[in-house]
Every structure is written in structure tokens, then in C-alpha cells.
């Protein structure tokens, strides 16, 4: 199609969202049934819950985090109107996913060119991590759509809007703040760095270009203000939350786990390591990133009209902004290193990539068309580490999994207690996680790794609290996987990152002093139920089995 006929088409923003909506419903069709995964069963649905049931902002059935509760409100009100159900939660958020592609088709379309905007989008919906977030209850993809629409209006020069935008991003989670203070810090940099001593940025141009395109009129006050007025609302809500809890930033686990733990240099660097690879090479993005660099190499492509136009250095740099400030404020805070949480800057990359391929590639659709099928086998091909199954469609296995083995406990042990660790308790003890019909009773450990089985094993010989227990991978963690022997790394990871291995269900079967009855395996991932032989026959576990 001549590329004329595409600019001219008229794609208003209703008929992108339905378009896209159509799309990701007919394609995560086999997904929308499927309970709650981890987080989701965790915090997100039940905080939702109890807004829909109690009309409170801050939940009762779980600690609060003191997330901000756009999304929960947003999953509330649908509940309200269609009925609770896994299947009315993921369409739900079906709807922001569709929402945030929208935002993120006008921003390319905007700084680049339809064919640019249309590129993006498909590359974004089907990257592995979007793809799977994207119908499940977090809140990290509304956090994403929004900043994608406040960039819209930010290079729109529409001030109001952008705050708008910003503003609610930032009630979707907090870390999207990130967005507008990156865009001010470059605003700062801009009214007082480049337009003053423009010569050191020449080489960012082409040749023979005009080194205006970073240049920035003298301070503007309406930019500025817009890009602070997103602290108001956030801070409203954290100082909501203080009077209804007596914290500000949540439980003191919390934290602790996400703020406090995290300030060690070694950590730091580390963690910075791990959001680099996964702004720019997670879950075969590499792909894209690797031939964007290649590309650099060739003259830009001339069509008719002259030769294909870049996004403006001015508007690359805004994103580049935004990009190492996420990049370096989550390599900070935030105990878990998640790809999810750098859903805001992903499709940025991408943007930039595709935009470069455009230019620079005559065969820049067939480019593409590799990195879609590099992103789409991604959701199927599990990496050569280990990663969370959240990220590709390894949360579906892990989903399944805990279904069987929990509808096996149903049928054969109803009146059992149950030996488990998070999240299986809440799916045993909580029928709204659509896992079971009624709730079981639970004796909860912290994980399945050696010194949590054996304590778990001499409680029970001196005060028998369970006689079934299930066991599953609580990781994705390969045999002969990258890394694994390099002894440094796994000691960083236990001390910084909560790593332990979990033990094989065989093994803890011998340590419980049971038999294996249930046994299943999904694509690395397992799960099995162990019936625990009479105390009375029971041994205390040898240290043989450990060895």
C-alpha cells in the first residue's frame, strides 16, 4: 500500500481501541476462564473485592501495599455491572490493554508516521510480557497506557491533558510518577543545558541537519507545571492512606521488602544489570534492539518525497528520559526485579527501533515480520534462565498445574490439612481464586527449599498439624540453565533477590515422611500432592536426603 494512503486513512482512536480490542480478545480466547496467578490471587483481585463488597479503598482480606486503587476501582466497577468471575476480571483488563495499545498507536503516529505507529503496536501486543499482562489483574499495563497517552499530549503541547494523564497513571501505581519527573529532569536539561551550548550535540544529528531540532525556547513555565501536577494526587492518596492505616508506603514488610532491603551498592548495580536486558533484550526483544543497531549502519532510505525522516533527536531524547529514569529508579526500589514493571518504557524501545528500521531498511517489513515471530515463539519457548512465569505464557502452566493438583485434594482429601506455601494456601482457602469449591484447611510454609521441608517435617513428628501436602515449582528455573554454575551468582541471588531451590516432590515426599500420590509436569513446571504416612510410622528426617 503507497505509504500516502496510509497517512490519509482516518484511524480515530474509537476505532483503534475496538479494533485492538477484537484482536486481543479472539487471541487470549483460551486464557479468559483460566483462576488468578500469584499477584493476582495475592493482592489485586482481593483489594478489588473488598472495594466492591465494603466500598473501602484500603483492603481488609490482605495487607495493603498502598497501591493506589485506579485499577482495583476500574475491576470493582465491572464486577458491579457484568458479575465477579475470572472471565469478567481478564476481559476487564482486556479493555485496559486495548486502551493502552490505542495510546501508544497515536503517540508513534504522532512523533513518527502511521506505518511507524501500526509496526509498534503489533510488535508491542505480541512481546511476550505485554501479551501476557495484558489480560491478567495488575496494574502495571494501565500504569503503561496512561503514560503513553500523557506522552501523546506532552508532544502535542497539550499541558492539561498531559497532567491529566500523568495524573492517573500515577493512581494506577505509583512508580509511574517516574514518567512526568523523567520529562521534567530533560526539561531542565533542555531550558538550561542545550539551548545554551547546542555545539556539543551536533554529532546526535545527521549530517548536514540542523542541530535546532534540540533546542528548546527559553523556560516554559506551562511544561513544568504539568509535569509536577501528578505528585498532587498521589500524594492526596498516600496521605489517605496514613489516615486509614497509619502508613504511608504500606505495611512495614512491604516495605522493607521494596525499599529498605534494596540500598546495597552490589544489589544496585546488579539489579540495574537486570532492567537493562530487560528494556533491551528480555524475551528475544534483542531481536529487535540488535537489528535497530545493525540498521544504524545504512544510509536512510529515499522515497519521493526525499529521504525518510526520523523522529526528531529533540523528541528520541524525551523518551530516552523517561527510559533510564525507569531504568535507574527500579534498579533502586522495588524488591523484585519484574519485567512488568518496566511495561511504561518496552514499547518506548520499540517505537525507536521500528521508527529506525523504517528509515534506514527497504525491507524493514520483512525486519519486522522476524522480530514478531522472534516475540511470538518467545511465548511459547521458555528462556535459557530463569525468569517468572508471568512473562510469557508459562503462567497458564503454572495455573493449570495448581488446578489439577488442588481438584485431586478435593476429591481425595476434603477434610485433610493441607501442607502447602504461597500462593496455593490462598487458592485452597479462598473459593472467589476459582481453584476450588470449598475452602480447605492450610498449615503454610514460606517455600518448598530444604530448611523449610525438614523444620515442616520435625513439627509435625512433635505436634501433627497435616497429613497431605502439595508441593510445586515456585520458579522457573531450568536444568543447566545460564548461570547455574557460577557459584557468585547464585550466592547474590539468595542474599539479594529471595532465591532458594525448591526441592523435588520425591525428595520432600522421603523428608515429610509420605508417599508421592500426584504427580504433573508442564513445560519445566510441576506440581505434586504428597499423602503423609501415620505419625506413628513416621520417622524424623535423615540428613542423608539432603545431601
Known amino acids: 500500500m503507497p505509504r500516502l494512503d496510509v497517512e490519509h486513512r482516518n484511524f480515530s482512536p474509537a476505532t483503534v481501541f475496538a479494533f485492538l480490542f477484537l484482536a ?11 483462576p488468578y496467578f500469584w499477584d493476582e490471587a495475592g493482592y489485586y483481585v482481593p483489594a478489588a473485592r473488598d472495594l466492591l463488597l465494603t466500598g473501602s479503598f484500603i483492603p481488609h482480606t490482605t495487607p495493603s501495599n498502598a497501591h493506589p486503587p485506579l485499577v482495583m476501582a476500574w475491576l470493582a466497577l465491572c464486577w458491579k455491572i457484568f458479575g465477579y468471575s475470572p472471565f469478567i476480571t481478564r476481559v476487564a483488563m482486556l479493555a485496559v490493554a486495548a486502551f493502552s495499545l490505542t495510546g501508544l498507536f497515536r503517540l508513534a ?14 510488535c508491542t501486543a505480541v512481546y511476550p510480557v505485554f501479551f501476557a499482562q495484558s489480560s491478567m489483574a495488575h496494574v502495571d499495563l494501565a500504569a503503561a497506557g496512561f503514560t503513553f497517552w500523557a506522552l501523546d499530549a506532552y508532544f502535542a503541547e497539550n499541558f492539561i491533558m498531559t497532567a491529566f494523564w500523568f495524573s492517573l497513571a500515577a493512581l494506577a501505581k505509583e512508580t509511574a510518577i517516574l514518567g512526568p519527573a523523567g520529562l521534567f529532569g530533560w526539561q531542565l536539561i533542555k531550558t538550561y543545558f542545550i539551548s545554551g551550548c547546542p555545539v556539543p550535540y551536533r554529532a546526535l544529528c545527521d549530517k548536514g541537519r540542523d542541530v535546532s531540532e534540540v533546542e528548546e525556547p527559553a523556560f516554559n513555565l506551562k511544561k513544568f507545571i504539568a509535569l509536577a501536577i501528578p505528585i498532587l494526587p498521589l500524594a492526596l492518596w498516600y496521605a489517605y492512606h496514613y489516615s486509614r492505616t497509619g502508613f504511608v508506603f504500606g505495611n512495614p514488610e512491604f516495605f522493607r521488602y521494596n ?4 540500598t546495597n551498592p552490589l544489589r544496585i548495580f546488579l539489579a540495574l544489570l537486570m532492567r537493562l536486558y530487560q528494556t533491551l533484550g528480555y524475551m528475544n526483544l534483542f531481536v529487535l534492539t540488535i537489528t535497530a543497531a545493525l540498521a544504524m549502519k545504512l544510509q536512510p532510505v529515499a522515497d519521493g518525497d526525499g529521504e525518510r525522516p526520523r523522529i526528531a533527536i529533540a523528541d528520541q531524547l524525551a523518551l530516552l528520559s523517561v527510559i533510564a529514569t525507569y531504568v535507574l529508579a527500579l534498579s533502586v526500589i522495588g524488591g523484585a526485579v519484574l519485567a512488568r514493571y518496566m511495561l511504561p518504557v518496552v514499547p518506548l524501545v ?9 528509515r534506514r531498511f527497504d525491507w524493514w517489513k520483512s525486519a519486522l515480520a522476524c522480530v514478531a515471530l522472534a516475540f511470538a515463539l518467545g511465548l511459547f519457548i521458555n528462556p535459557p534462565h530463569g525468569f517468572s512465569p508471568e512473562d510469557n505464557l508459562a503462567y497458564a502452566d503454572f495455573i493449570r498445574l495448581h488446578q489439577s493438583a488442588e481438584n485431586f485434594l478435593q476429591a481425595h482429601y476434603p477434610k485433610d490439612c493441607v501442607l502447602t506455601a504461597w500462593p496455593a494456601n490462598d487458592e485452597l482457602t479462598q473459593p472467589f481464586l476459582g481453584y476450588v469449591s470449598q475452602p480447605m484447611c492450610v498449615v503454610r510454609i514460606e517455600n518448598f527449599a530444604a530448611e523449610e521441608i525438614v523444620g515442616a517435617a520435625m513439627q509435625n513428628v512433635r505436634q501433627p498439624s497435616f497429613n497431605v501436602a502439595l508441593v510445586f515449582s515456585t520458579k522457573y528455573d531450568p536444568p543447566g540453565g545460564w548461570f547455574q554454575g557460577w557459584p557468585a551468582w547464585q550466592s547474590w541471588k539468595i542474599r539479594f533477590f529471595g532465591y532458594h531451590r525448591d526441592l523435588p516432590p520425591d525428595v520432600a515426599a522421603q523428608i515429610l515422611g509420605g508417599n508421592l500420590v500426584y504427580r504433573a509436569n508442564r513445560n519445566g513446571q510441576w506440581a505434586g500432592v504428597i499423602e503423609i504416612d501415620p505419625i506413628e510410622d513416621a520417622a524424623l528426617p535423615s540428613s542423608n536426603l539432603l545431601r
Not at 486481543?24 to 476462564?33: E, I, N, Q
Not at 525499599?259 to 534494596?262: G, I, K, M, R, Y
Not at 520499540?350 to 523504517?358: E, F, K, P, Q, R
Open 109 to 122: 503516529r504522532r512523533i513518527a508516521n502511521v506505518q511507524v505507529a501500526i509496526a509498534s503496536v503489533l
Open 24 to 34: 486481543l480478545a479472539a487471541t487470549h480466547w483460551p486464557l479468559l476462564r483460566l
Open 259 to 262: 525499599v529498605a532491603s534494596t
Open 350 to 358: 520499540v517505537i525507536i527501533c521500528v521508527s529506525t528500521l523504517w
